[in-house]
Structures are given as C-alpha cells and as structure tokens.
C-alpha cells in the first residue's frame, strides 16, 4: 500500500505565484526521483472555525492563504530514499533556504501517513 507526505501551508497571496513556481520546479525533481504523486491545491473554501480549521491549524494571518499538498510514494522506505536524494538535489536546494522561501516554514505542518484506504 502506498505511502503519503501530507503539507498544510500558510503562503501569502502576494507571493502566491513565486510559490506556485517553487512547487512545480520542486515538483519536477520529486517525480523525477521517483515519486508518483505531487500534489498542491489552495484553498477557496476553507473557512475559519471555532475550534479547528485549516486557517486555525497554521495560524493563517489576514493577506494569508493556505496551500493543502500531498506526495504519494510506493512505500515508506521509498519515501525515505527519494526524500535523502531530493534534499540533496541542487535543484531544490535554493529553495530549502528560510530566506528564499516564499511562505513561513515555521508554520508549515507536515507528516508521513500510512495509506489506508485507496479507491
């Protein structure tokens, strides 16, 4: 059964486009090294809510959209194997760093998920 990476972001909607070119680019080297899915939406309805939400989850600020992504491996011992290559990768490097990101990181959460059900 496959395995997931899972991604809440909050991105600024001013720097929407550069994170859009950010992902693709990433994207590209993920699939490359072997991924099978590369996934990034935004959202257009997901509302604030009383004790939990996507905008709660990551502390969405005003001027602040959240961005839901996911990768599909083969297994966890292949996402693990192509995660080792990409953070390595030159081509993903520039964008690992804090200062050229185009969202708060300190703010992304992220987790490794067991496929359950895949229909």
Sequence with gaps: ?????GFVIPVPKDKLEA?????????AVWRELGALEFRE???DD????????FPQSVMLEEGE????SWIVYESRARRDEIN???MKDAR????????????????????GFEMMIDL
Excluded: Q, W
């Design 46 to 53: 997901a509302p604030p809510g009383k004790l939990t939400s």
């Design 92 to 111: 993903v490097a520039a964008f690992m760093d804090p200062l050229n990101m185009p969202f708060d990181a300190k703010r992304m959460i992220y987790g």
């Design 84 to 86: 080792g290559k990409v």
């Design 41 to 43: 939406t935004v959202a």
């Design 19 to 27: 994170y859009k070119k950010m992902s693709r680019e990433c994207g």
């Design 65 to 68: 959209v959240v961005v839901f």
């Design 1 to 5: 059964m496959a395995y997931v990476d």
